[in-house]
């Protein structure tokens, strides 16, 4: 027994080295300080792909007798391809331990997951989501990853640190990503993200009625002598024919006796 966990603990640790010098493209993953049986990947989504720029982190967790058996493989962001926290039924995961191949390393496990991802074949711990959907995934997943969810909020939470399924606020993946994490809580202040919600906060900006009447905003007492103004030339209007009303009257009798006499000339 004391050899079989030398030889996975070498093994492990040698696999570690070799991502970490060559890491695969999109890919990074080390294990866990306190336990190299838990290892954390992070995937960025590729280009040319509804994942493009998303962020989407996971777990595999070894068996005891690896490599002789396969991990369990999460992922736990949302993406629209995976039910989060779930695990995946995969040729190169514990859902098939007899078709594993023990020449496999953590890399070659990884890079399958990511070609299985970015395809549409179907097994348990898959969902269906549209392009549209996994793009809207992948934009919120750095809040995602950093908040669970928006789970940082609850202060009243009993989810506690590693329960990620239930929102643990962040906690998991701040102690195993922390320069991420410091990342993704930058990128949410530069582009004002709602870390309630993971969406852009849109600025409030009322219009103002004011300069759609030429009327520079603020400026109550040119809008009151405006108004004034106004009302005096109808009243002077009004009083002008108050006043005239006999002479208004008189030239209209006057106006209507001269177009009849001038018919009264015309007729033979």
């Keep these: 027994m004391a050899s079989r966990a ?7 640790t040698r696999e570690y080295k070799s991502i970490s010098e060559n890491p695969p493209p999109y890919i990074q993953a ?13 995937i960025t ?42 695990r995946l039924c995969l040729s190169i ?10 020449a496999w390393e953590v890399s070659t496990i990884l890079i399958g997951l990511l070609s299985f991802m970015t395809s549409e074949e179907m097994t348990t711990g898959s969902v269906s ?11 919120r997943s750095r809040w995602w990853n950093s ?33 991420i994490d410091a990342e993704n809580w930058a ?23 004011g300069p759609q009447l030429g009327i520079a905003t603020g400026s109550g007492h040119q809008a009151h002598a405006v108004v004034d103004a106004v009302i005096q030339q109808r009243e002077a209007g009004q009083g002008w024919l ?15 006796v001269l177009i009849a006499r001038l018919l009264g000339e015309g007729t033979p």
């Design 6 to 12: 030398a030889h996975k603990r070498v093994s492990l």
């Design 30 to 42: 080390h294990p866990s300080e306190t336990n190299i049986l838990e290892w954390h990947y992070v």
């Design 147 to 179: 908040t669970g969810g928006g789970s940082h909020l609850k202060r009243d939470s009993k989810a506690g640190k590693g329960n990620i399924k239930a929102g643990d606020g962040g906690l998991k993946f701040k102690s195993e990503w922390p320069e």
């Design 187 to 209: 990128w949410m202040r530069e582009n004002k993200i709602d870390t309630a919600t993971g969406m852009k906060m849109v600025e409030s900006n009322p219009a103002s009625c």
């Design 93 to 102: 995961s514990d859902f098939h331990p007899r078709s594993f191949n023990p």
């Design 242 to 256: 108050r006043n005239n009303k006999m002479l208004v009257v008189g030239g209209i009798i006057f106006i209507y």
């Design 45 to 86: 989504g590729p280009e040319d792909t509804p994942y493009h720029g998303g962020q989407y982190w996971g777990t595999l967790i070894f068996p005891p007798n690896y490599p002789f058996a396969p991990p369990a493989i999460r992922m736990h962001t949302p993406s629209g391809r995976f039910q989060p926290s779930s």
């Design 129 to 139: 989501a549209t392009e549209a959907e996994r793009r809207m995934y992948a934009a």
